[in-house]
């Protein structure tokens, strides 16, 4: 029987993580998908916990692989949805309805995309919400990009496209979706509405892989799209310019002023100003 979605989930080593995963994938009250978890040959008790699970997953994989896009790669050839999410080990669902409620609104981009909530264990709280955009520009991937975690991409694109470069260690979701929708020009869709939680304790939000994305991603623009490279360095000029801003004492006064009323309250004194200079010009 044909379903409309497969689900791939990959781990290593992080069976905590795992089992908030997979409860919040077989707690779904949407029925048509596929669960695949690929592992990467953990030790820690994860192969375990899929056996576990064994009835809620359709293809349980545990052996070695050669890093993370290899084992999302194992995850695409065993799929059968017409789309695939990539919810990795550690990530859940925003809550038991959420993929219904996707499906409810019968997709029919290549990309659809949903909002995320960043979520910080050390805090045991939400850091950020970060909503996808509701139409792509090549800004989306210079100033960041698709969570990889809330995007439904048609299987069918990995046809035409190819699976995810092997050789990136953490662009290459980023490079697929660049090539779908700037270069190709498939179709998108913004989903509104949270469809999951992304674990911050991951690779890409590391203190040791900071600066792993953005160079990662210069290196991919300057071998294969030139063209792209001087707008994406505007583009990063402009956002660390910003998080300078953010960070500067010069804020926190402004935001200051501005959370207290003063900012509004002297806008307001400007405006009666301008109003009584020109009543008074009248005058005369």
């Not at 929708?181 to 674990?199: C, I, P, R, S």
């Amino acid at each position: 029987m044909s379903v409309n979605l497969s689900i791939i989930t990959i781990n290593l080593n992080n069976v905590t993580g795992l089992k908030k995963t997979i409860e919040s994938v077989v707690n779904q009250t949407y029925s048509s998908f596929e669960f695949i978890v690929i592992d990467g040959g953990s030790s820690d008790g994860s192969v375990q916990l899929l056996e576990q699970y064994a009835e809620h997953i359709h293809h349980p994989i545990s052996e070695s692989d050669n890093g993370i896009y290899h084992a999302m790669n194992k995850g695409i050839q065993l799929a059968t949805g017409s789309y695939c999410l990539f919810l990795n080990s550690g990530d859940w669902l925003a809550d038991a309805n959420v993929v219904e409620s996707v499906f409810s609104e019968n997709p029919q981009a290549d990309i659809v995309s949903g909002d995320i909530y960043f979520y910080d264990n050390q805090l045991g709280q939400v850091k950020w919400l970060v909503p996808s955009p509701h139409y792509v520009t090549a800004r989306t991937f210079f100033s960041g990009m698709l969570p990889h975690q809330a995007t439904f991409i048609k299987r069918s694109l990995f046809n035409s496209l190819g699976l995810y470069n092997e050789q990136l260690k953490i662009a290459s979701d980023w490079l697929f979706f660049l090539e779908a929708l700037l270069v190709k020009h498939h179709t998108y869709q913004h989903y509104k509405g949270v469809v999951a939680y992304f674990n911050m304790d991951g690779i890409s939000c590391s203190p040791e892989t900071n600066s792993l994305p953005r160079r990662e991603q210069r290196s991919i623009l300057q071998q294969k799209y030139p063209l792209f490279l001087a707008d994406y360095e505007y583009f990063d000029t402009l956002e660390k310019q910003s998080n300078q801003w953010l960070a500067s004492r010069e804020y926190r006064v402004y935001n200051f002023l501005e959370r207290t009323g003063v900012i509004q309250f002297g806008v307001f004194c400007r405006r009666v100003k301008r109003s009584v200079q020109r009543n008074v010009l009248r005058l005369f």
